[in-house]
């Protein structure tokens, strides 16, 4: 048994010193808090094939992190991501037989599968633009802190395809509402900031300057409080879309059960009765 408990253990592995190839990582000191930047200014920071298969192995490989527990997402040089790289992707798309078309759009669904699915709550720091595929990554995210400027464009249209992808049309009503999802996905045409903020696809809005920082803020809070207790309503926000409501509370009641069995659920309790704030630890 204690070989068991033992193998479990190391079921789960650190990812602070992970190097990726294709974008940045940086992890805050106590190994808690991830950022990945994508970092293509110059042509604000589209996807390539490596960019999005790396990305996609890198989300379904941090269910087995015993460090990260929040994950932030941005850009560099004032923008967040301009979508598939034209160049890159578009052109070589257009010389693609079907079953290699499909292999790629099942790839990008993938990305948006793995982010969903890692227990780690991810914060989308959004600027300038944010466009396509970058638009769905930011999409995919739990939570997005955005400026003024951002500008948010589901443009598949613009190039002749479907509103349809990566998930587009099941996130995005769910998001903001049905008419406004439809709105933007027939003409492609670009959300503004305070578009965004008003229909609830940001949750804060801030200045350029201050935007990384306010969401590596929201990422700490989040970093500090109960990170399993995260997980799990992680989890379950995502499964409930497809329950009753009578299949949801009899899911959310086996999971608060599972909740109390945690340490962190007794440190709240003693914190309370010592008149202190607790100090989570995420078990």
Request: proline share 5%; glycine share 8%; charged share 20%.
């Amino acid at each position: 048994m204690q070989d068991v408990v033992h193998s479990m253990k190391h079921h789960k592995m650190p990812f602070a010193t992970h190097t990726p190839r294709h974008f940045l990582w940086d992890v805050s000191d106590d190994g808690k808090v991830a950022t990945i930047t994508l970092n293509r200014p110059e042509r604000k920071n589209p996807l390539t094939f490596d960019s999005y298969a790396e990305l996609r192995d890198l989300f379904r490989a941090l269910v087995y992190a015993n460090d990260i527990k929040v994950v932030v997402v941005t850009g560099a040089g004032g923008n967040f991501c301009s979508g598939g790289d034209v160049h890159e992707i578009i052109g070589p798309l257009t010389q693609m037989t079907m079953p290699e078309l499909l292999d790629f759009t099942r790839m990008t669904g993938d990305l948006v599968k793995a982010m969903r699915a890692c227990p780690q709550p991810i914060v989308a720091a959004v600027d300038g633009v944010c466009a396509g595929a970058g638009a769905m990554v930011a999409l995919a995210a739990d939570m997005r802190v955005g400026t003024p400027r951002a500008r948010t464009a589901f443009l598949f249209t613009r190039v002749g395809l479907a509103g349809a992808d990566m998930g587009a049309c099941t996130l995005l009503p769910r998001m903001i509402g049905q008419g406004r999802a439809s709105e933007l996905l027939y003409t492609g045409r670009a959300m503004t900031a305070d578009e965004g903020l008003a229909w609830g696809f940001f949750n804060q809005l801030h200045q350029p300057d201050q935007v990384l920082e306010q969401a590596r803020r929201l990422a700490r809070q989040l970093a500090d409080g109960p990170t399993f207790a995260h997980a799990m309503t992680k989890k379950l926000l995502h499964q409930e879309w497809n329950m009753g409501l009578d299949e949801a509370i009899e899911a959310e009641a086996q999971a608060q059960a599972i909740c109390m069995q945690t340490a962190d659920f007794r440190r709240a309790y003693d914190a309370f009765v010592a008149k202190q704030r607790p100090v989570f630890q995420g078990d």
